[in-house]
T-cell receptor, first 117, second 114 residues
Framework: DTGVSQDPRHKITKRGQNVTFRCDPI?????LYWYRQTLGQGPEFLTY????????KSRLLSDRFSAERPKGSFSTLEIQRTEQGDSAMYLC???????????????FGEGSRLTVL | AQSVSQHNHHVILSEAASLELGCNYS??????LFWYVQYPGQHLQLLLK??????LVKGIKGFEAEFIKSKFSFNLRKPSVQWSDTAEYFC????????????FGQGTTLQVKP
């Protein structure tokens, strides 16, 4: 399968614990996005990378959230000191480099569902 | 700030009925518009997109959408739905800048009864 893969698919944790999600984008895509989706809502933008550079962060992304893409390939999203309000589906998406006329056509992974008890 | 509004949260139709899902966006500049679909247990996938040109765009599985700039709308249509169209549908917008960041509506759940 050459799509976007995310790991783990499900994570149950206790409040106050740290969790980390990993995303492997489609190999030729240099842009990588993180979104959060709660029940009954559309995905909300969190942050995005072009190669290893984090170019934008949403105000939704509190100081407890950090994302990295150290070598411009896979990315991790870490949530420290989790709270019950962090329970959501965390979606990763990737896209082709700019200039190819396909901006906005994101390819999504299946998501990592977080449950904070 | 950009926002997207989908008017119908839950739609129930019988097979062969016609479908129209409303989508309005708020942004004054040039936009790119999308409809994504999420079938049960699957990831979000692109249904169709509008970048420029003919405001009536056709997507996969017989879906189409019409961009009406004066109404800031991008409604999704299908003349005859099938049970397999049961899914959640999301309208999304991005501006013509370089971020590629999508702003999504809250989604419409479509249930098609056989």
């Amino acid at each position: 399968d050459t799509g976007v893969s995310q790991d783990p698919r499900h994570k149950i944790t206790k409040r106050g614990q740290n969790v980390t999600f990993r995303c492997d984008p489609i190999s030729e895509h240099n842009r990588l996005y993180w979104y959060r989706q709660t029940l009954g809502q559309g995905p909300e933008f969190l942050t995005y990378f072009q190669n290893e550079a984090q170019l934008e962060k949403s105000r939704l992304l509190s100081d407890r959230f950090s994302a990295e893409r150290p070598k411009g390939s896979f990315s991790t999203l870490e949530i420290q000191r989790t709270e019950q309000g962090d329970s959501a589906m965390y979606l990763c998406a990737s896209s082709v480099p700019p200039g190819q006329g396909l901006l906005g056509e994101l390819f999504f992974g299946e998501g990592s569902r977080l449950t904070v008890l | 700030a950009q926002s997207v509004s989908q008017h119908n949260h839950h739609v129930i139709l019988s097979e062969a009925a016609s479908l129209e899902l409303g989508c309005n966006y708020s942004y004054g500049g040039t936009v790119n518009l999308f409809w994504y679909v999420q079938y049960p247990g699957q990831h979000l996938q692109l249904l169709l997109k509008y970048f420029s040109g003919d405001p009536l765009v056709k997507g996969i599985k017989g879906f189409e959408a019409e961009f009406i700039k004066s109404k800031f709308s991008f409604n999704l249509r299908k003349p005859s739905v099938q049970w397999s169209d049961t899914a959640e549908y999301f309208c999304a917008v991005t501006n013509s800048g370089n971020t590629g960041k999508l702003i999504f509506g809250q989604g419409t759940t479509l249930q098609v009864k056989p």
